[in-house]
């Protein structure tokens, strides 16, 4: 057996794990990276997600293969006190489900990824007496992984600002884990070199102010004779919009609700202009690509724009505040970076430079480790 690995002589051990949490991708996408090292280790791992029931959860998880368990469990932000109260009383009814699926699969420990799904299933399990791990995205900890990191064995956090907010001895900087083949970055081909691309990501959920502003951006850009290849992700809630907007203002564009290989799309972009979740902030870094990064201005204790700030400040990225944000002003922005190549491959360089490549196989080892004690 080498570094670590257990395929050689451990294949006939089977090591099974629930990874926990969802809502959006950037809950799910780390928890898959973390899935897919385990693969690495083990012949056959047994792997369940448990989420709530938002479809988009199952069809991430479906496409790449992995058994999915739902649960009634919603999120308490925003939702005012009624709401909110109706929340509170399916907890009980959340944590019981997730005990039977505890109870059924027989995992050696749960691992919570972040979102609401998380809560119950890391509560089940400390009751149930299994050892329990989270994982933070964010540079500020969001609420679930706040009030679960007084129970949880280990907390795993993405960015060394996430430690103020928990109070715990067991807190390990790891990363954020991204799909490995991220890293193994392609390129451009020869031909598409002297051809623009810019992709649009608002996440998994979209992002209106950002496809707006883009789109009034795009129309700048073609007056002045610029016209970029485009691959814009909207978001299901606003694709229909977007798809309009295009057609309505004879604009060229790949624009789809949802990228199933951001890997691809990635690969094939100049520059990605973007929301500021953790989990775009570090493929951005894996994929070496510059970016123009919009935060979201309402996001929990302005954590998106913390993220933000740790590519703009190795000189990655740059950033636009939302209030700032107007067609015109992002022109000028990709405008620059369009007319100098040597900016935007200083821009990528610098956005690798704040990658951790092995955050999975970190967080993996801390995870056998607290298996064995």
Known sequence: MQGGR??????AREFRIIIAGGGTGGHLFPGIAVARELETM?????????????????????????????IDVEGLKGRGWRKGLKVLIKLPKSIFQSASLIKGFSPALV????????????LAARFLGLKTAIHEQNSYPGLTNRLLARIVDRVFISFEESREGFKTRSTFLTGNPVRNELFAR???????RNRFTILVVGG???????????VESL????????????????????????????KNKNLKGQVVPFIEDMVGAYNHADLVVSRAGATTIFELAASGKPSVLIPYPH???????????????AGGAEMIH?????GEGMARVLTKYMDDRQALNEMGRNAQKIGRPDAAKVIVDQLLEMVKT
């Open 299 to 313: 996001a929990a204790n302005n954590h998106q724009e913390i993220n933000a700030l740790s590519l703009v400040r």
């Open 6 to 11: 257990h395929k050689a002589e451990d294949g």
């Open 322 to 326: 939302q209030k700032d944000l107007t």
């Open 204 to 214: 998994s959920q979209g992002a209106q102010a950002v496809n707006r502003a883009f």
């Open 219 to 246: 129309i700048y850009l073609n007056k002045t004779g610029k016209y970029p290849e485009v691959i814009h992700q909207t978001g299901k809630t606003d694709h229909e919009q977007v798809l309009l907007d295009y």
């Open 111 to 122: 691992l919570g990824m972040g979102g609401y799904s998380a809560g119950p299933a890391c």
């Open 42 to 70: 083990f012949e056959k791992p047994g792997i369940l997600f448990v989420v709530g029931h938002k479809r988009i959860e199952s069809e991430i998880l479906s496409r790449y293969g992995y058994k999915v368990a739902p």
């Open 186 to 192: 392609g390129g451009k081909e020869a031909e598409d």
